[in-house]
């Protein structure tokens, strides 16, 4: 079956990206999510501003909407761990993915996990694009460490980056 959809996604699994977990806490409850499709849109006006992409069906999507708060936590490389616990492999779901697990909060009061970078963000728009919600938020405080190297997943697996 060579669909252009098996085309999509054969080709993207070429593009490797960063690893984060985006979290969040609130009324709604403590949830998380491991993704690989966040960016930043600007450093400009009011506030910074992060995109990420996140599945409607995710578990995190729900409580991200109705806590309106969430952090993108960079993993750092080695935190592979991390990253599953948080994409669902290992069984837990909800806020048992935290148990045991450090975690601090700056400003929004969504989890901030140790790793690489944390951008603590509150919600500004949420559009549904197909089978995931673009979620833009205002950054309203960042953490990050002066060592390390991200996580990056591609090729279907997870990458240590090295300088060229």
């Known amino acids: 079956m060579d669909t252009l959809r098996d085309r999509f996604i054969q080709a993207m699994s070429r593009a490797a990206a960063t690893v984060s977990v985006v979290t969040t806490d609130g009324p709604a409850g403590r949830a998380g999510v491991t993704v690989s499709a966040m960016t930043s849109v600007s450093a400009d006006g009011d506030a910074p501003t992060m995109l990420v992409c996140i599945n409607k069906g995710a578990s995190a999507a729900d409580p991200i909407r109705r806590n309106g708060v969430f952090a993108i936590n960079v993993l750092e490389a080695g935190q592979q761990d991390l990253a599953d616990l948080f994409a669902g492999r290992g069984g837990a779901s909800g806020a048992a993915r935290f148990a045991g697990l450090a975690t601090e909060t700056l400003e929004t009061g969504a989890p901030i996990l140790?790793?690489?970078?944390?951008?603590?963000?509150?919600?500004?728009?949420?559009?549904?694009?197909?089978?995931?919600?673009?979620?833009?938020?205002?950054?309203?405080?960042?953490?990050?460490?002066?060592?390390?190297?991200?996580?990056?997943?591609?090729?279907?697996?997870?990458?240590?980056?090295?300088?060229?």
Not at 117 to 135: K, M, N, S, W, Y
């Open 114 to 164: 140790p790793g690489l970078a944390a951008f603590d963000c509150e919600v500004q728009d949420i559009d549904p694009i197909g089978t995931h919600l673009v979620i833009i938020g205002a950054v309203r405080a960042v953490r990050s460490s002066e060592t390390g190297t991200p996580l990056i997943y591609g090729m279907r697996s997870y990458l240590r980056a090295e300088r060229a």
